[in-house]
């Protein structure tokens, strides 16, 4: 038990800012040279979630776009996220590439402007179940990878955080088993140090129905820094117990 831990809540579309706040109440955990916890609310619940959660925990956002302002109706600016007290942007996770149609280009462009205003991508790709039953896992994956990296210096590249979320694992109560998301994990950082040209030691979460009862496991695995958490992030005694079943 050396490693630091990635606890990171992915609310989505979930958590009013009255329910924030009651989320908030009586959280003793703070980020520290063990743990690292973010949490991810919906951008109305983002200030109400920077005000009570205290400094040892990071807020994100769930998406961003990449234009300062303007004519871009129902969009978010980085500036803005930054006003509210985020660090953190969930950018490429699967709802948005597979309900909103978001492209691989655009998520690059996320990626890139959230580096370039010193916020932290937390870059999600991962297969769905009829790629991973067509033997094309690792070429889906590969794809994703290359177009968001494409560009970025190796200080960049070091800079994101990775999560693999296999699209048939999240919110399906049926989590890769440990190797399997070892396997992928094993495999990003070994892409992702090629790409880059050095070892940038790159952090990689797994996510898809990680719960306190598998936490343990998937944690345990020597590529898997941490997890993304979506459904368990939304009641306080699940999503730390995710971390305490590994950590006990
Ligand atoms: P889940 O979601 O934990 O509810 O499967 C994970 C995610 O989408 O980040």
């Not at 370039?116 to 994703?144: H, I, S, W």
Request: some cysteine; aromatic content about 10%.
């Amino acid at each position: 038990m050396s490693k630091k831990i990635y606890l990171y809540g992915n609310w989505k579309m979930n958590m009013t800012a009255a329910e924030t706040e009651e989320f908030f109440k009586n959280f003793n955990y703070a980020s520290d040279d063990k743990v690292d916890i973010a949490v991810f609310p919906p951008f109305t619940s983002i200030w109400a979630a920077h005000k009570a959660a205290g400094s040892g925990v990071h807020i994100g956002a769930q998406n961003c776009y990449v234009e300062p302002k303007g004519a871009f109706t129902g969009e978010v600016a980085i500036g803005m996220l930054k006003e509210c007290g985020v660090s953190h942007v969930i950018l490429g996770h699967s709802e948005r590439r597979h309900i909103f149609g978001e492209s691989d280009e655009l998520v690059a462009k996320k990626v890139k402007a959230c580096l370039d205003n010193d916020l932290v991508p937390v870059f999600c790709y991962g297969e769905k179940l009829e790629e991973r039953e067509a033997g094309k896992t690792f070429d889906v994956m590969e794809r994703q990878i290359k177009a968001a990296l494409n560009g970025l210096t190796p200080d960049e590249i070091a800079k994101i955080i990775y999560a693999y979320e296999p699209v048939w694992a999240i919110g399906t109560g049926k989590a890769a088993t440990s190797a399997q998301a070892e396997e992928v994990c094993a495999w990003s950082k070994k892409l992702i140090n090629e790409i880059a040209g050095k070892d940038v030691k790159p952090v990689v979460l797994y996510g898809g129905s990680v719960k306190p009862n598998n936490s343990k496991e998937l944690l345990s695995m020597d590529a898997i820094d941490g997890a993304l958490v979506g459904g368990a992030s939304l009641k306080q005694d699940t999503f730390i117990e995710i971390y305490n079943a590994y950590a006990k």
